[in-house]
Every structure is written in structure tokens, then in C-alpha cells.
């Protein structure tokens, strides 16, 4: 079938999703409707904004549809009318239901951002790095009525860089996975594809993010602590408590070379600065040390290191 007669319905909302929407433009799909959430209040002073995939349709013309639910008699006569041949859905926030998936002819084909069926569900990217996994990828799915359950149709791998941050993982993920896609719907369409059922049996869940999970303490792992503050940076952000008091690392690495660290402070408590000066803010944890390269102390602003590890007293607590 010629691209640009094969109409598809593409689903998504982030970055992630606008980066697939742009290749399917670009490589001359027939996109006749975009489905996204709704336009939500951003920043301290809620200005509502559009999700990414809104404003790249907008930008190339495709009509754009932002229902509250899919699960009603509107929005199932409003995708029917379109008579899609295939929808393509790219970290769309819903599940969608049976009368929606039946509705294409070549059914529908789904860009997770993990290696299915490790990590099913809203946070794959962000549990990838909190646990300190070393490679992820995008799985190509053929959709059911489950979360991430769907038939596996392709994956690509992708390694996660050892201080690698969600934003960048995610963006590279976008990038591979459309690099990927129109090569998956030109195939799958052709019937050149066969899916492989997942083993459920081997499948990990991944719940949305609470605010609560950016918190970590000076006895874990410097490693853990790393991965969190890598992997929840953009939100809520690692952070430590003490009393009342909440300091947010925003950047750090594992110190690799213990020489820095002064003899007579690596027996410190967990907590202690063990260097401050220029760029090296170290701190001892409860295995190795952690080098903070950007935080923000409580009432204050983001700081890089270098700007702000001559207020901190070596030997004393960070915070």
C-alpha cells in the first residue's frame, strides 16, 4: 500500500510520542487524526500549555483530538469516522478499549519504551535508571486490551549511559524508535511481520512515579543514590531530608577514585562532606562516595557545584 494512502490515527502525548508523530510526517503517512491528553497548567505560574504531539500536528495541519476518555459512545464514533486503516500510539497515557482496537484494519501498533516484557506500564524510562539497568530499547507491540501485554512485533536496543538522565534517555529512545517505525509499518502492513506472544511470566510492572520516591538517605549506596538522582531529576527530584530541612541533588557520579578523599575522613558518617572545593562537593555515603555537580538547598536555587561547595564545611554534615 502507497504511505500516503494508508490512513492512520496516531496516539500519544510527550516529547516521545511528538518525535514518532514527526517521522510518520516525514516519511509521507497519510496521519488524518492525532489523539493527545488534554492541555494541562505548567510551571509555578500554570499557564496551560499543549503537549508536544498538539503542536506538532498543528504545525503539519493533522487534526487534533483530546478526549477526556475513550471508553464512550463520542469518541468511538468520532475515531470511526475516520475509517483508519492502522493506529500507531506512543506514550499516550490510556489504555485503549476493544471496540477502539478492533476499528483499524491492520490493527494497532504501540512504541513502548522498554524491552517488553520487562517494565510494563507509565515509568519504564525512570525504573530503567532507578535500578541501574545498562540497557533498555523500544518494544514495537501489537495492542490488546492489557498494559504492555500485546504481541511483541520488533524491539531495538538502546544503552543507558552510566550518568545518563531520564530527559536524554528518553529522547534517544524517541529518536531510535522512529528511526524504526516506518520500517515496522511498512512490513507489518505488508504482511511481513509475525508477532510473538510476551512471556507474562518474565514481565516486571512499572507504576507511575509518586513524589515520595525522589527521597533517599545518606546510608544507601552511592550507586542507588546516583541512579535516583539521574532518574527522577526532571521530578520530583532526589532529595534528602533532615528535620524539616530538604536538599535536592540534581546531578551527581559515583566517585571513582577514592584518592581524592582525605585518609583521615573515610571512616566519616554517611552524610559527611569529605571535599569541598571548585567543582568537588563529595559526600560519604553508606558504600562509596557521591559527587554532587548541581543542588539546591532548602529556600535556595539551582547551584553547579563550583558555585557554591566553598559554603559547605568539610568534615561536618551536607546538610
Known amino acids: 500500500m502507497d504511505r500516503r494512502e494508508l490512513k492512520i490515527i496516531f496516539m500519544g502525548t510527550p516529547e516521545f510520542a511528538g518525535t514518532n508523530l514527526k517521522a510518520l510526517i516525514d516519511s509521507g503517512y497519510n496521519v488524518v487524526l492525532a489523539l493527545c491528553q488534554p492541555d494541562k497548567p505548567v510551571g509555578r505560574k500554570h499557564i496551560l500549555t499543549a503537549p508536544p504531539v498538539k503542536v506538532m500536528a498543528q504545525e503539519n495541519g493533522i487534526e487534533v483530538y483530546q478526549p477526556d476518555s475513550l471508553r464512550n459512545d463520542e469518541a468511538l464514533a468520532k475515531l470511526s469516522s475516520y475509517a483508519p486503516d492502522l493506529i500507531v500510539t506512543a506514550a499516550y497515557g490510556k489504555i485503549l478499549p476493544a471496540a477502539i482496537l478492533d476499528l483499524p484494519k491492520y490493527g494497532c501498533i504501540n512504541c513502548h519504551g522498554s524491552l517488553l516484557p520487562a517494565r510494563r506500564g507509565a515509568s519504564p524510562v525512570q525504573r530503567a535508571i532507578l535500578e541501574g539497568d545498562k540497557v533498555t530499547g523500544v518494544t514495537f507491540m501489537k495492542m490488546d486490551v492489557g498494559m504492555d501485554t500485546g504481541d511483541i512485533i520488533d524491539k531495538v536496543e538502546v544503552e543507558i549511559g552510566p550518568n545518563e538522565h531520564t530527559e536524554s534517555l528518553m529522547n534517544r529512545l524517541a529518536e531510535a524508535g522512529a528511526a524504526k517505525l516506518p520500517e515496522i509499518i511498512d512490513a507489518w502492513v505488508e504482511g511481513k511481520l509475525t508477532p510473538v506472544r510476551q512471556d507474562d511470566g518474565k514481565a516486571t510492572l512499572c507504576p507511575p ?37 530538604k536538599l535536592k541533588v540534581l546531578d551527581s557520579e559515583v566517585l571513582s577514585d577514592e584518592s581524592a578523599v582525605p585518609e583521615e575522613l573515610k571512616d566519616s558518617e554517611p552524610g559527611t562532606v569529605v571535599k569541598a572545593k571548585g567543582e568537588n562537593l563529595i559526600v560519604k555515603c553508606g558504600s562509596g562516595y557521591i559527587r554532587i555537580k548541581e543542588l539546591q538547598q532548602p529556600g535556595g536555587k539551582r547551584l553547579n557545584a563550583r558555585d557554591c561547595a566553598h559554603n559547605f564545611t568539610v568534615g561536618s554534615p551536607v546538610i
Open 209 to 245: 512515579i509518586k513524589p515520595e520516591e525522589g527521597e533517599f538517605t545518606w546510608e544507601q549506596d552511592a550507586a542507588d543514590i546516583h541512579n535516583r538522582v539521574r532518574a527522577l531529576s526532571a521530578w520530583p527530584g532526589a532529595f534528602v531530608m533532615k528535620e524539616d530541612k
